[in-house]
């Protein structure tokens, strides 16, 4: 016999979203709420959390957490009672050339990206349900370089890494990644508007679709790999064909 998917699969679900109170996090947050989700989201700035909490309405709550911190990491997960889908996108890093970046700056998207997702699955793992879900973020430079970020790049290869390793791992729990191009949003919003221009343009050239992303393109691939119960141990690019050229 087969079984038809829920018409409302987020419904009555408990997600968890680490870097929930903007951009990309942010978006995917709204888009649970509106599928009947309740939601946590974490993140550094308590501000941010309430202001992004109260907007979401009484489906959401938040909590303050630093994924460079592990103390921090389990006192979060601690409040929380149970996860279905899991999201990880907060991270803080520098980029650029090896011959130009301290060894501190350039260890800094494995800190905080690489292990602070790792750090965080290992902390939740004790509160996801059977069947739940976790989506990491990496990124398409993983697999085509933009400029000479020799670190960047191998640390999002290593979180695609991490995904299949960690699907392996939890099964029956899926774990995916979700591996963006350049998304006109939040994050380069923060960006000088010269910069910004230039870096759009750029990427206009370089991908199939002549455009960035937006946040909300990269939340529907997050929700879909929430949601579908057949992918695991893969890694989705939302990124304008980027990666194909």
């Keep these: 016999m087969t079984t038809l998917p829920s018409p409302a699969p987020l419904a009555n679900r408990d997600v968890v979203i680490v870097g929930g109170s903007s951009g990309i996090g ?28 109260e907007s979401l309405g009484e489906q959401a709550s938040w909590g303050v957490v630093d994924t460079t911190d592990q103390a921090s990491l389990a006192a979060f997960f ?17 980029v650029g050339p090896m011959r130009e970046l ?15 997702q790792y750090h965080a699955v290992k902390h939740a793992a004790a509160k996801l349900t059977a069947h739940a ?13 933009p400029a000479a970020a020799p670190a960047y790049v191998a640390c999002n290869a290593a979180i ?5 390793g ?9 774990v995916n990644v979700v591996a963006p191009g350049t998304v006109d949003g ?50 989705l690019y939302p990124d304008g064909g980027y990666a194909l050229r």
């Design 133 to 145: 879900s976790i989506v990491l973020m990496s990124g398409a430079a993983s697999v085509r370089p």
């Design 186 to 235: 939040n994050l380069w919003a923060q960006r000088p508007a010269d910069v910004r221009r230039a870096s759009f343009a750029q990427y206009g050239r370089d991908a199939l679709l002549h455009r960035p992303g937006t946040e909300g393109e990269i939340a529907d691939a997050v929700l879909f790999l929430f949601t579908n119960t057949f992918m695991t141990g893969s890694t």
């Design 166 to 174: 960690l699907a392996v791992e939890l099964a029956p729990v899926r």
């Design 78 to 94: 601690d409040s929380v009672d149970r996860i279905d889908h899991l999201f990880t996108p907060a991270a803080s890093y520098q």
């Design 102 to 116: 301290t060894d501190s700056e350039a260890e800094s998207p494995f800190v905080s990206k690489f292990w602070g």
């Design 160 to 164: 695609e890494g991490l995904g299949r």
């Design 26 to 53: 942010l978006e995917v947050a709204r888009r649970a709420v509106a599928g009947g989700a309740r939601v946590v989201i974490g993140g550094r700035s308590a501000g941010k959390l309430a202001a992004a909490a």
